[in-house]
């Protein structure tokens, strides 16, 4: 007996034995139950997903001699016929092959003739959007006045490329690409058939091996069979689609989220040693960062369907979305650069490295490692999201940089201004109200704008405080200056608080308020001053940062200042 492939022989012959598609099978089987039939079908889907497998299980259906049904009987003649390939009324046409207008015309000038022995002539057109454009005109033509006996069925892998009068003319089918688990599900059934052994690691790289097609997954699985001498086993599997044992992919990312250089470059020598294709490594990184990223934003669409649910959400979970979108990136550079480097292996090397030194510090800074940049150990986290875009943007946030350093306000105990009361020892005059100290000796912008921070106000008063300056003169009233453009915060209930606040601190001085230039830098302005200084600090710590310097030059990445967020 002939071998037959496994794809010819497992062909499904009825909807009932059709894998993955029972939406369509649905359909199909309820329009035949009820006689109404379209004239014409389009199946659009990838390669082997079974279009031209549906189309002649329709045709079966159509022209079985029982009768019309969901359910040819598989016996007679035409059934046997349609299964061989040979059956006259049902015409096959491989469009990819049959451009020609003239093909066509050839082919649509026999529409008009009754079928030879069916109920139905079917033409199955498979990659029907090759056609040239004079032959979809003549297409047309006859969808549009289609002669009862007639029924078409287009199959096409690129529905878009069909002229909308065509599509408008059809009744469409989209087939959807087969899962990697109804693939391997399949698999097991037809090599239990076949009584062949498989392990199902093995069924799985050729389930992913075939991409959501079924007939590449049965030939595939044939060429397994006879590499494996009649037995499917992982490794001889591998070796045969080329492709990366993804435990490796695992183990290095186990060493990056460990931050351990050593373990990185143990795993990549372990691959060295194995000859593992690292161009393919990469990618299987990338495809890998890729699931991750998806586990972290929607865990439950990770399906098990290459295994490794579990490890990929336990991965998820200890990496922060930042690091695996530098990772992502980086992995991407590496696949780019990789022709660059010397040998394929420093470069998949480098590339781990890199993602290594280039890990984001997202832990407090007194947790960083030894060794991380300056701008770490003054405090600064920087947070590095690169976008996917053509520059990445970094952003800082938050950078803190050490509180400036305020002159302390030389302050005897005793002021000389704020007499305390005869009976109230100066001592306790101090403690009960510390601030009272600070208008002691020189009474500087500086000193009033401490005692406006520290005075406990918030909101419109604060504001108030802030924009006025305190003046003080001896042995006269005080004055709290306001410009006289500021008056309108002293409106409202802004004042009270504040003037609560001064008779607090300062219970035996009289304080008015005049509307005048305080002539020196108000708290507002000192803020600002401080404010901008920083900033500019900051922005010079990053700029110098060796991390953001190397972001710089690898990733096109660029600094935005205004992104940068001061921490108090
Ligand atoms: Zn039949």
Not at 252 to 261: F, G
Not at 302 to 317: F, H, M, T, V, Y
Request: aromatic share 6%; charged share 20%; glycine share 4%.
């Amino acid at each position: 007996m002939s071998y037959h492939v496994l794809a010819r022989k497992y062909r499904p012959r009825c909807f009932q034995e059709l894998v993955g598609q029972e939406v369509v099978a649905r359909a199909l089987s309820h329009a035949l139950e009820q006689n109404r039939l379209h004239h014409a079908y389009l199946f659009t889907g990838t390669r082997g997903v079974g279009k031209t497998t549906i189309a002649r299980i329709l045709s079966r259906c159509l022209n079985c001699e029982v009768g019309i049904s969901a359910n040819p009987c598989g016996e007679c003649s035409t059934c046997r016929e349609i299964d061989e390939g040979r059956f006259v009324d049902l015409i096959e046409v491989d469009a990819a092959s049959r451009t020609k207008v003239e093909d066509t015309r050839e082919l649509l000038d026999n529409v008009q003739y009754a079928p030879t022995r069916g109920r139905y002539k079917v033409y199955l057109i498979d990659e029907v959007h090759m056609l040239s454009g004079h032959s979809f005109n003549a297409l047309l033509k006859t969808l549009e006045e289609p002669p009862p006996h007639v029924k078409f069925l287009l199959a096409t892998t690129d529905p878009q490329k069909l002229p909308i009068t065509i599509l408008s003319r059809c009744l469409q089918f989209a087939l959807k690409p087969m899962t990697p688990e109804r693939v391997v599900g399949h698999l097991q059934q037809v090599l239990a058939a076949e009584q062949i052994t498989a392990d199902d690691a093995a069924l799985w790289l050729l389930a992913r091996g075939a991409q959501g097609s079924m007939r590449d997954a049965l030939s595939l699985t044939d060429q397994a069979i006879a590499f494996g001498h009649g037995a499917l086993v992982e490794a001889d599997v591998r070796t045969l689609l080329g492709s990366i044992d993804r435990d490796v992919v695992f183990r290095v990312l186990d060493a990056l989220l460990a931050h351990d250089a050593a373990a990185v470059l143990a795993v990549v020598a372990g691959m060295a040693e194995q000859s593992i294709d690292f161009a393919g490594a990469i990618s299987e990184l990338i495809s890998v960062l890729h699931r991750l990223a998806v586990a972290q934003a929607v865990p439950q669409a990770i399906d098990n369907s290459e295994g490794d649910r579990e490890r990929l959400l336990a991965i998820a979970q200890a990496l922060t979305a930042e690091d695996l979108q530098l990772y992502y990136q980086m992995a991407l550079h590496g696949r780019r650069d990789l022709p660059l480097a010397v040998d394929a292996r420093s470069g998949f090397e480098m590339t781990l490295l890199r993602m290594l030194s280039f890990r984001p510090d997202t832990r407090s800074p007194s947790a960083s490692p030894a060794g991380s940049s300056d701008a770490q150990k003054a405090g600064a986290a920087v947070s590095v999201v690169p976008s996917v875009q053509a520059a990445p943007i970094v952003t800082a946030a938050p950078v803190s940089m050490p509180e400036p350093v305020i002159a302390s306000v030389a302050a005897p105990v005793v002021a000389p201004v704020a007499a305390p009361t005869a009976h109230t020892p100066a001592s306790e005059v101090a403690d009960a109200h510390p601030q009272s100290r600070l208008m002691a000796g020189d009474w500087s912008a500086e000193a009033w704008a401490q005692w406006v921070e520290r005075s406990g106000l918030t909101g419109a008063p604060l504001n108030l405080a802030r924009h006025t300056y305190l003046h003080q003169q001896p042995n006269s009233a005080w004055e709290l200056r306001l410009a006289p453009q500021f008056q309108m915060l002293a409106g409202g209930q802004a004042f009270p608080p504040l003037q609560q606040a001064l008779a607090r601190d300062f219970p035996a001085q009289a304080i008015h308020m005049s509307m005048v230039d305080p002539e020196v830098e108000t708290p507002i302005q000192r803020r600002q001053r401080l404010l901008a200084a920083r900033r500019a600090a900051a922005e010079d710590a990053l700029r110098n940062d060796p991390v953001v310097k190397a972001l710089e030059s690898t990733f096109e990445a660029r600094l935005i200042p205004e992104s940068l967020t001061l921490t108090h």
